[in-house]
């Protein structure tokens, strides 16, 4: 139905909306085929344009995400624990790997954090990541180790913990010769 010459925006949307409402079974079947239609031909421009949306709003998004994690009620929590739990069961696979990326992606922050950024040994400048680990340099890593195993990642400690200034790394054979060289001549080597 064309629009009267007279009517303003807000008058067009209003009889856009009523005859949204009144639409038969009919032209809703139809509206419905062709957004189908629509989203199947469509299909990489829809998604490109969700993530813009998605982009535009992260912030936003994510913040609200946030105040709804942290109100949540103990009935909400029971049951995302619960449903979590489900999850990981029958997505082993999946789930180990997700914790698997997740302790990488911390590891990594640490290590750029302590090699600014070099990604190697402190002492030899070996650089696969495989044998590379955070080093208490004042000893009293063990106990530490102990102190926090189970109850939180050790890379996501030193990340909570504003990366302390005792720490650093090193590859594991540098961590071995100074374990050595502590006891032959007491000296530090880094
Ligand atoms: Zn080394």
């Known amino acids: 139905m064309p629009y009267a010459k ?11 909306a009523i005859k949204y409402a009144n639409r038969t079974d009919i032209e809703i079947a139809e509206d419905a085929r062709m957004m189908k239609e629509y ?10 344009r969700d993530h813009a949306d998605y982009l535009a709003r992260r912030d936003e998004i994510l913040a609200n995400a946030k105040v709804k994690r942290v109100n949540r009620t103990a009935v909400e929590l029971a049951e995302d624990a619960r449903t979590r739990h489900e999850y990981n069961q029958t997505h082993k696979a999946q789930s180990r790997r997700r914790v698997t990326k997740w302790h990488q992606r911390q590891k990594l922050i640490v290590i750029d954090h302590y ?3 070099k990604r190697t040994c402190t002492r030899c400048g070996f650089s696969d990541l495989r044998a590379l680990s955070v ?9 530490h180790r102990k102190a926090i195993q ?4 050790l890379y996501r400690w030193v990340i909570t913990n504003n990366f ?9 054979n540098c961590q071995f010769i100074r374990k050595h060289s502590k006891i032959v001549n007491a000296k530090a080597l880094v």
């Open 164 to 172: 302390p200034k005792d720490l650093a790394i090193l590859c594991m």
């Open 150 to 153: 189970g109850k939180i990642d």
């Open 115 to 117: 090699t600014e950024g």
């Open 6 to 16: 007279w009517m303003t925006k807000e008058q067009r949307s209003a009889a856009d």
């Open 135 to 143: 080093e208490h340099i004042k000893g009293g890593g063990n106990k």
């Open 39 to 48: 989203s199947e031909t469509h299909k990489e421009e829809l998604r490109q």
